[in-house]
C-alpha cells in the first residue's frame, strides 16, 4: 500500500476485551507495535516532506539578468 | 548659395549619423534576441529541472514508503511473538478483577472516543477518560 494510502486510514487499534492478565499484557504490546508503526509512517510523511521540500527548492530560479537597462 | 566643402562636411556629418544610429539599431535588435534566445533557453531548463525533481520525489517517496511497511512488518511480526511468549505463560490465564477490567476498559474506551472527535488534535480532549483510568490502575 503506498504511504500516502496508509497515513490516510485510521490507526490500529488493538481490542479492549480483555478477561485475563494475559490478554491484558498482549494489549499493552499491541498498543506498543500500533505506537511504534504510527511513529515509523510519522518519520516517513516527514521524509517525504523534506524531499518534495528539496525538489522545490532545486526549482527555485535565480533572478533573470537583463541585458540592458530598458 | 552654399559653398561646395561645408555641403560635402554636411553631407559626411549625416551619412555618419545614420551609420551611428543603425549601428545602434542594430544592436539593440542584437541584443534582444540574445535575450529571446536566453529566456528559451531557461524555459526548457527549467522544463527538464522540474522533471528530474518531479522523479526524483516520486523515488524518494516510494523508497520512503517502501522502508516504512519493511519497518511495520517486523513490529507487527515481533510483537506476534512477543505475545506468543506470553500466552505460553502459565500466569497468563490468571482473570482480572472485574473491577480493575470495566474501568480501565472504559478508561480506555473513552479515550479512544476522546481521540476520534473532531477537534481532537487541539489538545483539550481526553481530560477525564485519562482521570479514569488513573483512577482504574491506581
Known amino acids: 500500500m503506498p504511504l500516502a494510502e ?6 490500529p487499534k488493538p481490542s479492549v476485551d480483555f478477561a485475563t492478565l ?17 511513529e515509523a509512517m510519522k518519520t516517513a510523511l516527514v521524509q517525504t516532506i523534506d524531499v518534495h521540500n528539496a525538489a522545490a527548492a532545486s526549482l527555485a530560479r535565480p533572478p533573470r539578468r537583463k541585458w540592458l537597462p530598458f | 548659395m552654399i559653398p561646395f566643402a561645408t555641403g560635402l562636411r554636411a553631407a ?11 549601428a545602434a539599431v542594430y544592436v539593440l535588435h542584437l541584443h534582444r534576441r540574445a535575450e529571446r534566445a536566453e529566456a528559451d533557453l531557461a524555459a526548457a531548463r527549467a522544463e527538464v529541472a522540474t522533471e528530474t525533481a518531479q522523479a526524483g520525489v516520486e523515488r524518494g517517496a516510494a523508497a520512503v514508503a517502501d522502508r516504512v511497511q519493511t519497518r511495520a512488518l517486523a513490529i507487527t511480526v515481533r510483537a506476534q511473538e512477543a505475545e506468543h511468549d506470553i500466552r505460553r505463560l502459565p500466569e497468563a490465564d490468571t482473570p482480572l478483577p472485574d473491577a480493575l477490567r470495566d474501568r480501565l476498559r ?9 481521540g476520534a472527535a473532531p477537534g481532537a488534535v487541539d ?15 491506581r
Not at chain 1, 22 to 38: N, P, R, T, Y
Not at chain 2, 12 to 22: D, H
Not at chain 2, 106 to 114: K, N, P, Q, V
Not at chain 2, 123 to 137: D, H, K, N, Q, T
Open chain 1, 6 to 11: 496508509s497515513l490516510r486510514g485510521p490507526c
Open chain 1, 22 to 38: 494475559g490478554d491484558l499484557a498482549a494489549f499493552a504490546i499491541k498498543q506498543e507495535a500500533a505506537l511504534s508503526v504510527c
Open chain 2, 12 to 22: 559626411l556629418v549625416a551619412g555618419a549619423l545614420t551609420l551611428f544610429l543603425a
Open chain 2, 106 to 114: 472504559a478508561g480506555l474506551l473513552g479515550l479512544r472516543e476522546r
Open chain 2, 123 to 137: 489538545g483539550a480532549s481526553g481530560g477525564e477518560p485519562a482521570r479514569a483510568l488513573s483512577e482504574a490502575l
